[in-house]
């Protein structure tokens, strides 16, 4: 699919945004729905026969939210989050339930093949954000308009992968008048953002990822011995590679909204800087920490109550995340780790004194991130139990047969400067920081050591490495054999 060809995209995103503005001169309720209409040919181009399947679930549930306003009712509520989840998981769970079933009683059922539509968890994930606080009482009145509420759910720039966002924070924001014009600040501040996304991907993410898969790859293989330089090299090259393609699809999302002078949330700050796990999920994928905190982790009763709930919570919290991501064992080990981690990070605070240097904690908590990205990544639980076994049994440290010299050193040309970037350099928001590249309640205070670079606004330096990424991404652009699809879009 190659992200529907990167030809498709930046023909149809200058065509969305000329659209937009010339129609915004005339009428802000048609730019809102050219962007709906648009947001659809860009979900269709994909696969036009779920175009009916997106729309049917935005009215669904935008009538439903109606419903519960006026008929507050735990039942209705739990009614439409169940329809939701079993839209969910139908498309995307049938196929794991099933095996556990045939697995457990012997039998052979079968849902046959199942295409999972592009961004169902996203959209279905707000929208039941939308149901549980309209069943509160916490819709506005500028967040009660249908073609607002359907510019929401499909709004093109993070239809497909994220951020998750509100409805609190995004449908107010199509109400406001200012921004059906043409705002030049917004527009080179969102081109660069845009640009600096499309550069780790293309360039950092699609570079590292034959590396990671390389490793992972022979894993499955029964026969394949991974030593332990192999297992760490291969951990770390997905570690990058996860970063800096969905981190660099985020950039590009806020980008492209930023143009329409529309500000998503941030999603990402620096989360490898992190100091521990609670740390980390402060900082990776903020709009999914921020709802399964929200909807999820204070409905079962977050740290209210006895100190042995607050724990379970948490695991299955994390469980439910871990599940979110995929329909597989790995993902729910992968998200019962996080939980386990969250857990003993929290327990540790509780019973010790004992302050640990931040270096350190930043190794462990790295460690520990890195170690569980193994099950995220790897297609079967014995291919991810042999690479961790490997990166923890130190008896074949580096065999060389796996990859080779020439090989070594082509991953280190970009595993070196991907971990400068990570650990020491600032990220988007930092550089663009005098800017709002994003909603500000969103952007956390940036802590540790990193090199300084001068603001966006200062005598104009920007232009300098913007205008780098953009040739150089043409240049990897023109080889699309080493582009592939965003890691997300399974999600």
């Known amino acids: 699919m190659l992200f529907y060809s990167f030809e498709f995209i930046f023909l149809f995103f200058p065509l969305a945004l000329i659209g937009y503005f010339l129609i915004g001169k005339r009428s802000k309720h048609f730019s809102i729905v050219w962007l709906v209409c648009c947001s659809m040919f860009f979900y269709g181009w994909w696969e036009i026969k779920y175009v009916p399947l997106l729309i049917g679930s935005l009215l669904f549930n935008y009538y439903y939210g109606l419903v519960l306003r006026k008929a507050p009712h735990k039942h209705l509520l739990c009614l439409g989050v169940i329809l939701n989840l079993l839209l969910i998981g139908y498309y995307k769970y049938a196929g794991f339930f099933t095996s556990i079933v045939n697995d457990t009683t012997k039998t052979s059922f079968n849902f046959g093949d199942i295409t999972l539509p592009l961004g169902i968890s996203f959209f279905t994930f707000q929208q039941i954000a939308w149901l549980v606080d309209s069943y509160r009482g916490n819709v506005s009145s500028q967040e009660k308009g249908l073609w607002e509420y359907a510019l929401f759910v499909t709004f093109f720039p993070q239809l497909i992968a994220g951020p998750i966002v509100h409805h609190s924070e995004m449908m107010p924001q199509f109400h406001n008048e200012k921004n059906r014009f043409i705002n030049w600040t917004n527009m080179s501040v969102g081109v660069s953002i845009f640009i600096i996304g499309l550069a780790k991907k293309i360039i950092l993410a699609d570079s590292i990822a034959p590396y990671a898969n390389k490793v992972f790859n022979a894993a499955l293989v029964p026969t394949q011995v991974i030593s332990t330089g192999d297992a760490w090299l291969g951990a770390i090259s997905y570690t990058l590679q996860l970063y800096f393609d969905f981190s660099g699809y985020a950039d590009m999302a806020i980008g492209l909204a930023l143009m329409c002078n529309i500000r998503l949330p941030i999603n990402f700050d620096s989360p490898y800087k992190a100091v521990s796990i609670t740390d980390f999920w402060r900082r990776w994928h903020i ?186 991404s043409i240049f990897f652009l023109l080889d699309q054999r080493n582009i592939h699809e965003f890691i997300y879009f399974q999600f």
């Open 287 to 472: 709009t999914l920490s921020r709802f399964l905190k929200d909807y999820v982790y204070i409905p079962l009763g977050g740290n209210r109550g006895a100190k042995s709930r607050c724990y379970v919570n948490l695991l299955l919290t994390m469980l439910i995340g871990g599940l979110w991501h995929g329909a597989g064992w790995t993902f729910v080990l992968w998200g019962g780790l996080h939980g386990a981690f969250l857990a003993i990070h929290k327990l540790w605070g509780e019973i010790s004194t004992l302050k640990i240097p931040q270096p350190i904690a930043q190794i462990i908590t790295f460690i520990c991130i890195v170690s569980a990205w193994v099950l995220f990544r790897a297609e079967s639980l014995d291919s991810a139990t042999k690479i961790l076994t490997a990166m923890f049994n130190f008896d074949l440290l580096w065999d060389g047969k796996l990859l080779s010299t020439k090989e070594l050193v082509a991953a280190c040309q970009y595993i070196i400067p991907g971990l400068v970037i990570v650990f020491l350099m600032p990220n988007t928001q930092n550089y663009f920081s005098d800017n709002q590249g994003g909603l500000k309640v969103y952007q956390n205070k940036f802590r540790g050591w990193m090199f300084k670079l001068p603001s966006f606004q200062t005598n104009y330096f920007w232009l300098c490495p913007i205008i780098i990424l953009s040739v150089s």
